[in-house]
Nanobody, 115 residues
Framework: VQLQASGGGSVQAGGSLRLSCAAS????????MAWYRQAPGKQRELVAM???????NYGDFVKGRFTISGDVATNTVYLQMTNLKPEDTALYYC??????????WGQGTQVTVSS
């Protein structure tokens, strides 16, 4: 299984970015797809999760600024990020879990927000 993430970059505070993640390979039935992030010296944390039933949850820090969406037919998940803040600077990872309890990670895409 491969997760190909893209869309990271550098923006100024208040700007927007859209991350994309496409999964391929012998995925099995998807349980959920999610975005995590990890800043230098910090633990990896959940940004947003999209479950098979369409339900979503977000990290407390998101506060309505980010939206996760997905296309089950193409095993793709997106993260639309608006009103970005310098504290959003991190390496963003795509994650997929299937109903066989397998857990897959993408390679990470860098998001840098300058003040």
């Amino acid at each position: 299984v491969q997760l190909q993430a893209s869309g990271g970059g550098s923006v100024q505070a208040g700007g927007s970015l859209r991350l994309s993640c496409a999964a391929s390979g012998s995925i099995g039935r998807i349980k959920d797809m999610a975005w995590y992030r990890q800043a230098p010296g910090k633990q990896r944390e959940l940004v947003a999760m999209l479950r098979n039933d369409g339900s979503q949850n977000y990290g407390d820090f998101v506060k309505g600024r980010f939206t996760i969406s997905g296309d089950v037919a193409t095993n793709t998940v997106y993260l639309q990020m608006t009103n970005l803040k310098p504290e959003d600077t991190a390496l963003y990872y795509c994650n997929l879990r299937n109903y066989y309890l397998a857990n897959f990670w993408g390679q990470g895409t860098q998001v840098t927000v300058s003040s």
